[in-house]
């Protein structure tokens, strides 16, 4: 049931990303409704999927990589889903939906055996920081999608070549609005996944700060770029070209520790 | 085609006609209603609509007979207007049924206007349809045209990009602001200089939304003057430096020598806006800014040259994408056809006949192959009554048919008959 529901939703999302395409380029509104319907019940087929297995496993989507990959993606498509009723951005989806799915795919490849954890205030931990952590590299995938689309916009107005992503695309100051207002969620988010992560660690018996460079390093990176981006808008104003530039970089960084860190 | 009903059209448009041809052709609103009225009483013609505007007259009708349809209209657009017929035959174009139709749908859809994808002229199209209507002198075929017209009009619209792409130096530069600060409303524009270009800019973001508006010019009464007229505030020339960053967008248009704002100095404005972007629209020839400020970061500048450019574009763009409206247009001509054809009577009504024929010669022949006795009268008689009785069934159906395919339910009755003679097995 958990397998099946998976394929579904793995299916609808892969067409949803070319039914998001179809619209970037052609501009048929039907498309657009048809993939907001398909990312919508990828969603729903996910939501059973991961509910199928948590009864099965006992304990929620958060031990094993595969696990963590497949929540991951249920959170961005979620957050997409939020942000895209908020800011009405359709073309958002075409830049996303391809992320989500992406993920789900590489979730195919890992480990689909259930990891145990001890039934213990550790399990508390390890589902703070796991669920924080999560929600807070969703959203990094929201200002991502939202930084290329600044950069492709900023770039066409820049050099004054205005082809059709110019009138596809909505204007720099709501991306950026936008890429900024997913990071003042993310970045809180983020950095108390992170310390939760450590509290987690210490109840595992391990240091409270186990300086496992592998690990621990690329996490300090993705913290120190979106603490730029945050911090550095409030206080110098940057925004616009290098806030989107930040964005983008902070979230290659967060595929990088992902991997390395589960 | 002769029989059954004809779609017809005949006009002048702004392509074959001069304009000191077409002021004299067109329908005031007023008298309308007579000339709706003078043109369906006529029994050549069951239904009309006029489409009278700057740049067309153009008569939508369903007639008899396509030929003296044609001429008849032609006819009447000359007596009406007191014009004799010789001086005009070279500026009529007319079309019947397909090509009347894609006519229409080119014209609503705005590919037959002078700027291609202007949207004025389907607010014109529909005002024509609802005057013809409240005179009623439309019916079933003509209303459905329209109606399809319409929603043709706006598939075109949604489907291509025909209509995005301001074609005017003003409407390009909001397009632009629009793409840089989405909403106008919290924004403001300076104004460096009062050239008529550059109120006129000003104008076009007062409309879309922009509040505060500030005035500089060399002199500081005309600076005050346009302030006022822009409900702005005029500043002082030479305070107009520190005051820059209070701008969201800024159009110059001082008849200055020289640059008069530079990298540096919109540098420093910028890290007074925290970078908040800005936008310099400069019309000024000799230009006012000088092109480096375009490097600094959040800064976005475009001369006259720039937004030439790029209206020159969206005119291109615009032709391109009338190419993709014709594909829409196409399919939508054959729909309609198909919809139109099921509404000529005659084929039916023929193919009724044969039915009946047939199932007459079949029942004859087999009665008197035996029936050898009779005589080669009698047997002839026999064959006039069969058939006259053929007839006499048929008459008032045939009759009825006729009549009521030129109502608005006619289609459903042309079913009906299909559909209880078997003629579509």
């Known amino acids: ?262 | 085609m002769t029989s059954g009903p004809n779609l017809i059209l005949v006009g002048v448009n702004h392509k074959t006609t001069p304009v000191e041809i077409r002021e004299k052709l067109a329908f005031s609103q007023v008298k309308l209603e007579a000339s709706l009225e003078q043109l369906v009483s006529s029994p050549e013609i069951t239904e009309n609509i006029i489409l009278s505007t700057c740049n067309r007259v153009e008569i939508y009708a369903r007639v008899e007979n396509t030929d003296r349809g044609i001429q008849l209209l032609q006819d009447f657009i000359c007596d009406y207007h007191g014009i004799s017929r010789g001086n005009l035959d070279q500026y009529f174009y007319s079309y019947c049924d397909n090509q009347a139709v894609e006519h229409l749908f080119r014209v609503s859809s705005s590919l037959d206007s002078m700027v291609l994808g202007e949207a004025q002229i389907l607010g014109q199209v529909k005002d024509a349809y609802s005057t013809a209507r409240s005179f009623s002198s439309t019916g079933m075929v003509l209303n459905q045209l329209f109606e399809k017209a319409f929603n043709v009009a706006k598939k075109v619209r949604e489907e291509t990009g025909i209509s995005e792409r301001g074609v005017s130096i003003s409407s390009a530069a909001v397009e632009l602001a629009k793409k840089i600060f989405e909403d106008l409303e919290n924004h403001s524009v300076m104004l460096v200089g009062t050239g008529e270009m550059a109120e006129l800019a000003a104008k076009h973001l007062i409309s879309y939304g922009v509040k505060t508006v500030y005035v500089a010019s060399r002199t500081y009464e005309r600076a005050a003057a346009l302030a006022q007229t822009l409900n702005g505030c005029a500043l002082d020339f030479e305070s107009f430096k520190e005051e820059m960053h209070r701008a969201d967008i800024i159009i110059t248009s001082t008849a200055a020598p020289t640059f008069i704002i530079g990298k540096e100095m919109m540098e420093a404005a910028i890290q007074k806006r925290k970078n908040k972007p800005i936008f310099l629209i400069d019309i000024a020839v000799p230009r006012d800014i000088a092109p480096e400020v375009n490097e600094l970061e959040n800064v976005y500048l475009y001369d006259i040259d720039d937004l030439q450019n790029v209206v020159n574009a969206n005119m291109e763009e615009r032709q391109k994408e009338a190419e993709n409206a014709m594909d829409i247009i196409k399919q939508e001509v054959t729909k309609f056809n198909n919809w139109f054809s099921t509404l000529d009577a005659v084929p039916t009504i023929v193919e009724m006949r044969n039915r009946a024929e047939e199932m007459r010669i079949n029942e004859v022949d087999k009665t008197l192959k035996n029936m050898d006795h009779l005589s080669s009268t009698d047997k002839e008689a026999i064959q006039q009554l069969t058939q006259s009785l053929v007839n006499k069934i048929l008459h008032k159906p045939t009759i009825n048919l006729k009549k009521k395919t030129q109502s608005q339910d006619g289609h459903i009755y042309l079913k009906a008959i299909r559909h209880l003679f078997h003629l579509d097995d």
């Open chain 1, 1 to 262: 049931m958990d397998k099946i529901s998976f394929n579904i939703a793995l299916f609808s999302y892969l067409l949803a990303s070319l039914g998001y395409f179809v619209y970037l380029v052609y501009r048929r509104p039907l498309v657009s409704t048809l993939a907001g319907g398909l990312v919508a019940l990828g969603l729903f087929a996910q939501t059973i999927s991961i509910g199928v297995r948590s009864s099965m496993t006992g304990h929620g989507p958060y031990t094993t990589s595969y696990e963590v990959a497949m929540f991951l993606a249920w959170f961005m498509v979620v957050i997409y889903l939020l942000t895209e009723w908020k800011y009405k951005i359709k073309d958002l989806g075409a830049f996303v939906i391809p992320l989500v799915f992406l993920v789900m795919l590489v979730s195919v490849f890992l480990s689909k055996d259930a990891g145990l954890v001890p039934e213990s205030e550790v399990r508390f931990w390890l589902t703070m920081h796991r669920t924080l952590s999560l929600i807070g590299y969703a959203a990094f995938s929201i200002a991502f999608a939202a930084g290329i689309m600044y950069l492709i916009q900023e770039h066409q107005v820049k050099t004054k070549k205005l082809g059709i992503m110019y009138f596809r695309m909505p204007s720099l100051e709501v991306l950026d609005d936008l890429n900024f207002k997913v990071i003042t969620i993310g970045f809180p988010l983020f950095t108390l996944g992170f310390m939760t992560g450590s509290i987690w660690n210490t109840k595992m018996d391990q240091a409270f700060f186990s300086w496992d460079l592998a690990k621990t390093m690329p996490m300090v990176m993705v913290w120190l770029i979106y603490g730029l981006v945050f911090f550095g808008r409030m206080a110098t104003g940057l925004r616009g070209k290098k806030a989107a530039q930040g964005a983008i970089l902070g979230f290659v960084a967060v595929i990088g520790s992902f991997f390395l860190h589960i």
